[in-house]
């Protein structure tokens, strides 16, 4: 079982920046995959952004490619996003996931454990 608790979301204003955390914890001695989703109200979840194992490979949605970045520290095994440039369509709760697979995947099937959620408000 894998524990994940994310962190740093917030109320901020267009064109600002914020840094998403999501610790692990439990039996994290294997090699995990690592995907951010999001979830605005009425719609499905989304996929953001995934890391393999290493963190040499990683892919990022079209809409938000060049403004967020996925990066993650196995030694604190924790995952980050690094979201700049924020618009009011950035606004949702953003989950952390992990899979039991060390390489990238883009849809919520793929994964095994998820956080709880941290919201995200971009105001205009």
């Known amino acids: 079982q894998v524990l994940l608790v994310e962190s740093g979301g917030g109320l901020v204003q267009a064109g600002d920046s914020l840094r998403l955390s999501c610790a692990a914890s439990?039996?994290?001695?294997?090699?995990?995959?690592m995907g951010w989703f999001r979830q605005a109200p009425g719609k499905e979840r989304e996929f953001v952004a995934t890391?393999?194992?290493?963190?040499?490979?990683?892919t990022h949605a079209d809409s938000v490619k060049g403004r967020f970045t996925i990066s993650r520290d196995n030694r604190k095994n924790t995952v980050y996003l690094q979201m700049n440039s924020l618009k009011p369509e950035d606004t949702a709760v953003y989950y952390c996931?992990?899979?039991?697979?060390?390489?990238?995947?883009?849809?919520?099937?793929?994964?095994?454990?998820w956080g709880q959620g941290t919201q995200v408000t971009v105001s205009s």
């Open positions: 890391i393999d194992w290493s963190g040499a490979s990683t």
């Open positions: 439990g039996r994290t001695s294997g090699y995990y995959a």
């Open positions: 996931a992990a899979r039991v697979y060390s390489t990238v995947a883009l849809t919520t099937r793929d994964y095994a454990y």
